[in-house]
């Protein structure tokens, strides 16, 4: 969706494993005052590697370009639900099913400028996160680690510019003041792909029925991957924009260089296949959709050396998702 998103999913990967959400070509950009300035992690702008559009059917008469228009100054605050269900095994041990409790959280984007060529600048901030819904079967524990987790991202801010396309043009991250030294490492993570995690509209004219594919390659969590996003335009009234996506993510085999892996310890990625769909609901006047719905299953397999001469062990995760959104915006 949004690069906002992204950065929404980048937190979860704390849950299970990387995730790719459906995205929706729509951006936008805004000043920011910094909290502490050393947490200014800067974006650095596009490069070659920006994602590929590939025009498959440009839909029925009459058509016409999508391009983003937002107006300046409308707060658009965005609840955004994740509900997860993961299993894993080893070798030895395979665990049922776990159902992770929903992840829920709340941030706010404004768009400041938008240039005479159509760029368009905007800020985001997280403002909450929280766990929802049944908790009863999830451990004291477990559920003071998966809070905590998220609580991490509240105060989080961005800043970004993007083309009235959708391509990301640079940017920059500011942590909240103390923000640990985790959370900085994945957004420097984050940040080395961020043209990668954009899905611009293409550039052709297109109707009701139209459909598009764009294919990126990031390296994400210290792995390269291969995303694939079908769009099809299924209604466009008024400015109003319906779209259905469905999503394809690969992983050749690779060796994994994570921040998060334990000093000394080394990972390999076996497999990775995800496949998911979903709706979306905009305004070409807006930054984010007012409504959007997808569901996500993957596959992975990953073995792991915890070092000092330890047994290599095998990990294979099952994991499906259903992910929310709604949107809201007052000036």
């Keep these: 969706m949004k690069k906002p998103l992204f950065l929404a999913a980048l937190f979860l990967v704390g849950f299970g494993g990387a995730i790719e959400l459906p995205p929706v070509s729509l951006r936008a950009e805004t000043t920011l005052v910094a909290q502490q300035q050393t947490n200014n992690l800067s974006v650095p702008a596009a490069s070659s590697k920006n994602p590929q559009v590939e025009m498959l059917n440009p839909g029925a008469e009459p058509r016409q ?46 768009v400041t400028k938008i240039d005479t060529n159509g760029d368009i600048h905007y800020e985001f901030a997280y403002t909450n996160a929280d766990i929802a819904g049944d908790t009863e079967n999830t451990p ?89 996003a079908t769009y099809e335009l299924t209604d466009r009234e008024n400015g109003n924009v319906s779209l259905n996506v469905s999503i394809e993510q690969q992983a050749n085999p690779q060796n994994v260089t994570s921040p998060q892996l334990p000093s000394g310890a080394t990972a390999t990625l076996k497999s990775l296949v995800a496949r998911g769909q979903g709706t979306i609901s905009t305004r070409l006047d807006r930054l984010m959709p007012f409504r959007g719905t997808t569901s996500i299953s993957s596959n992975s397999e990953m073995s792991v050396k915890p070092g000092n001469n330890a047994q290599e062990i095998t990990i294979k995760t099952q994991m499906s998702m259903e992910i929310t959104l709604e949107s809201k915006s007052a000036r």
């Design 65 to 110: 370009q999508l391009r983003l228009k937002p107006e300046i100054n409308v707060k658009e605050t965005t609840v955004m639900t994740v509900k997860m269900d993961m299993g894993t095994a080893t070798a030895d041990r395979t665990l049922p099913a776990t159902k992770v409790p929903a992840a829920v959280m709340t941030f706010e984007t404004t």
């Design 140 to 228: 004291p524990a477990a559920l003071d680690a998966l809070r905590s987790a998220l609580k991490t991202i509240v105060g989080v801010k961005g800043s970004f510019i993007a083309d009235d396309r959708g391509f990301y043009k640079g940017g920059n991250f500011i942590l909240p003041e103390g923000g640990d030294n985790n959370l900085k490492q994945m957004l420097v993570q984050m940040s080395r792909s961020m043209e990668q995690l954009s899905s611009p509209l293409p550039a052709e004219a297109v109707g009701k029925g139209a459909q598009w594919r764009v294919i990126s390659e990031p390296n994400f969590m210290g792995m390269n991957l291969k995303n694939i």
